[in-house]
C-alpha cells in the first residue's frame, strides 16, 4: 500500500501537496490565531470558493478560458477579497471583527448564484469543496510550490516585524515598522495559502488547517517559536496520517486530515488534564 | 527661548492644536521637554493628556500648530528608536500571548536592526543584559502569562529600553501595579534614567506618588495650565489643581 504513494503521480503530487501545506498553514495559523483572526481563514476560503466557481463558468462560456485552471480565479477573488477586509476592518473600526462575516456570506452568496449560472454541483466542484487526491496535478503543485516558497520566504525576511504588530500594533507602529503594509502583505499570503491548498483539503476544511494544529501547540508550547514548531508538526502529522488513511479506506481526503488534526489537539488536552491531575493527586 | 535652548530641545510642541471632529481636546499648547528632564504629565481622564503623548509619538498629527522632535519637525523624523514607549498596561491584555519575556524583550529592536535583517548575537547580548537590570533574568525563558502585573510592566520597560532611545515616555505605568511596588517602581526608573542619560516623560493620573519622583511637572486640561518644576508644583499645588478642577481634584490626589 504503502508503495503506491510512488509508484502513481498522483499520489506523489498530493504527497509533496501535503507536506507543503502543512508547512505553511500552520505558520500563518499561529500569526492569525495570536491576533485573534483565526475567523480570517473562513471568510477567505469561502471567497476563493466563489472565485473558483467563476472560473468554472468562464471556463466553460469563454473559449479561450478554457485551459485556465479554475485554482487562479480562486487565487484572484481570494486576494482581492482579503484586501477588501482590511478595508471593511477600517470602515467598521468599532466592530472589526464584522468584516469576516460580511466577507463569508458575500463570498457564499456569490458562489451559489455563479454556480446555478453554470451547470450546478459536479464531481469536480465536490473535490474543491471537500478535497480529493485524485483531482491534484502537476500545475496544482507548481502553485502550491511557487506560494509556498513566497510564504517562507517572507516569514523569514520580516519574522521580527511579524511578531512585533502580532504582539503589539501600537508599540510596532511607535518603533517605526509599516503595520499597514506589513498586515496587507500578510492578509494576501493568507489568500494565496488557502486558495492553493483548496484541492487537498478542500476549501471548506481549510481554516481547520490554519487553527486546530496550532490550538493543540498553544497548549504545550513555552515560547512563540516553539507554537509555531509544534504545530508544523501536528499539521505534518495529521496531513500524512490523512492522507494514508483517506486513500487506504477511501474517504475524503480533507475530511480525513481535519479529524486526524482533531485526534490531536484532544490528546494533547488529555495529556495534559491527566498531567494536572495525576500533580494534584501526588 | 534662545537658540541653545532650542538645540537642547527634545521634543517642542509649537501653538499645537488637536481635535477629533467638533471637540477641541488641545487649544494652543506651548511644550517642551529638555534634554535630561524627568517630566510628569497629569490631567484627569479626557483632559488631552493622552492626546499630548501621542502627538510627541507620532500616532496622531497636531490639527494646527507644529510638532519637532530632537529638533526635526514630526513629518520628517523617522529615528523612532531614539524614543521608547511604555503603553498603558491594561490596554495590552498580553498575558495570553505565547511568547517569552526574551522575545517580547527582542521585538523592542524592530525598528532599531530594520527590515529583511534579523537579530545577531549582540542584540541577543543586549536583550539579556536589559533583562537583567530590570531583575528579571530568572524568567528570560518563560512565557509572559506566567508573570505578576509589576513583572510584566518590567517587562515592558526592558523592551522600551533595549533599543538604547534617549527619550522613554510611559503612559500610566502603574497602573496595575501593587501599592507596595510602586516605590520600588520609580526608583527603578529613576536609577535607568541615570545609568542610561534619559529624558523621561510620565503620563500619570496619580498626582500624589509620581511628583515626589520627578523633577518637573505640567498640567493639562485642553491648555498647560503649569508647567515648571515639581517643587514649585508642589508649593502651589492646591491652586493649580483648584484652577484646573474646580475641587475635584482633591479626592483623586488623596486616593493613594
Known amino acids: 500500500m504503502l508503495a503506491d504513494w510512488w509508484q502513481y503521480d498522483f499520489l506523489r503530487y498530493t504527497l509533496f501537496s501535503g507536506i507543503l501545506i502543512g508547512l505553511i498553514c500552520p505558520i500563518l495559523g499561529t500569526f492569525l490565531i495570536v491576533r485573534k483572526l483565526s475567523m480570517m481563514a473562513d471568510g477567505l476560503s469561502h471567497v476563493t470558493l466563489s472565485g473558483v466557481a467563476a472560473g468554472m463558468l468562464l471556463s466553460k462560456k469563454v473559449a479561450f478560458l478554457n485551459a485556465v485552471n479554475p485554482l487562479f480565479f480562486g487565487m484572484l477573488f481570494s486576494v482581492l477579497g482579503s484586501l477588501f477586509i482590511e478595508r471593511l476592518r477600517k470602515v467598521f473600526k468599532a466592530q472589526q471583527d464584522l468584516a469576516i462575516p460580511i466577507i463569508l456570506s458575500s463570498g457564499l452568496g456569490l458562489f451559489t448564484v455563479l454556480i446555478s449560472v453554470a451547470d450546478g454541483f459536479n464531481a469536480d466542484l465536490y473535490s474543491y469543496l471537500f478535497g480529493k487526491i485524485v483531482t491534484v496535478t502537476i500545475e496544482d503543485l507548481y502553485a502550491l510550490l511557487g506560494v509556498a516558497a513566497v510564504v517562507l520566504g517572507t516569514v523569514f525576511l520580516i519574522y521580527k516585524e511579524l511578531f512585533a504588530v502580532s504582539f503589539d500594533e501600537e508599540f510596532a507602529r511607535v518603533s517605526g515598522v509599516s503595520r499597514r503594509a506589513i498586515n496587507l502583505w500578510f492578509m494576501v499570503l493568507v489568500a494565496l495559502t488557502i486558495a492553493a491548498s483548496m484541492r487537498i483539503v478542500g476549501v471548506l476544511l481549510i481554516s481547520a488547517l490554519i487553527t486546530l494544529p496550532v490550538a493543540a501547540s498553544l497548549q504545550i508550547s513555552g515560547s512563540f517559536r516553539q507554537t509555531i514548531f509544534f504545530a508544523i508538526l501536528f499539521a505534518e502529522i495529521s496531513v500524512l496520517g490523512g492522507l494514508y488513511f483517506a486513500y487506504m479506506l477511501d474517504w475524503a481526503s480533507g475530511g480525513t486530515i481535519v479529524l486526524m488534526a482533531v485526534l490531536i489537539l484532544l490528546t494533547v488536552l488529555g495529556v495534559k488534564k491527566a498531567k494536572a491531575l495525576l500533580r494534584t493527586g501526588l | ?256
Open chain 2, 1 to 256: 527661548m534662545d537658540q541653545q535652548g532650542k538645540q537642547d530641545a527634545v521634543v517642542e510642541l509649537s501653538s499645537v492644536s488637536f481635535q477629533y471632529e467638533d471637540k477641541v481636546v488641545l487649544d494652543d499648547v506651548q511644550f517642551s521637554l529638555m534634554k535630561g528632564d524627568f517630566v510628569g504629565i497629569v490631567g484627569p481622564n479626557g483632559s488631552g493628556k493622552s492626546t499630548l503623548m501621542k502627538l510627541i509619538l507620532g500616532l496622531l498629527s497636531p490639527t494646527k500648530g507644529s510638532v519637532h522632535l530632537f529638533g526635526q519637525p514630526l513629518s520628517k523624523f523617522r529615528e523612532w528608536s531614539r524614543i521608547g514607549y511604555v503603553a498603558q498596561q491594561v490596554a495590552h491584555g498580553a498575558g495570553g500571548f505565547p511568547a517569552t519575556v526574551r522575545e517580547v524583550v527582542a521585538s523592542g529592536l524592530v525598528g532599531k536592526i530594520g527590515l529583511f535583517r534579523r537579530l545577531q548575537a549582540h542584540h541577543h547580548k543586549s536583550v539579556e543584559e536589559v533583562v537583567e537590570r530590570v531583575g528579571l533574568t530568572a524568567k528570560l525563558d518563560q512565557r509572559i502569562g506566567s508573570l505578576s502585573g509589576g513583572q510584566l510592566q518590567r517587562v515592558f520597560i526592558a523592551r522600551a529600553l533595549v533599543a538604547e532611545p534617549e527619550l522613554l515616555i510611559l503612559d500610566e505605568p502603574t497602573v496595575g501595579v501593587d501599592q507596595e511596588s510602586i516605590e520600588q517602581f520609580y526608583g527603578l526608573l529613576r536609577s535607568l534614567k541615570e545609568e542610561n542619560s534619559l529624558t523621561m516623560m510620565i503620563v500619570s493620573h496619580d498626582v500624589g506618588v509620581m511628583t515626589q519622583w520627578v523633577n518637573k511637572v505640567a498640567c493639562v486640561q485642553q491648555k498647560i495650565h503649569f508647567h515648571g518644576t515639581a517643587h514649585d508644583f508642589e508649593h502651589n499645588q492646591e491652586q493649580i489643581l483648584q484652577q484646573m478642577y474646580g475641587g475635584s481634584m482633591k479626592v483623586l490626589s488623596h486616593h493613594h
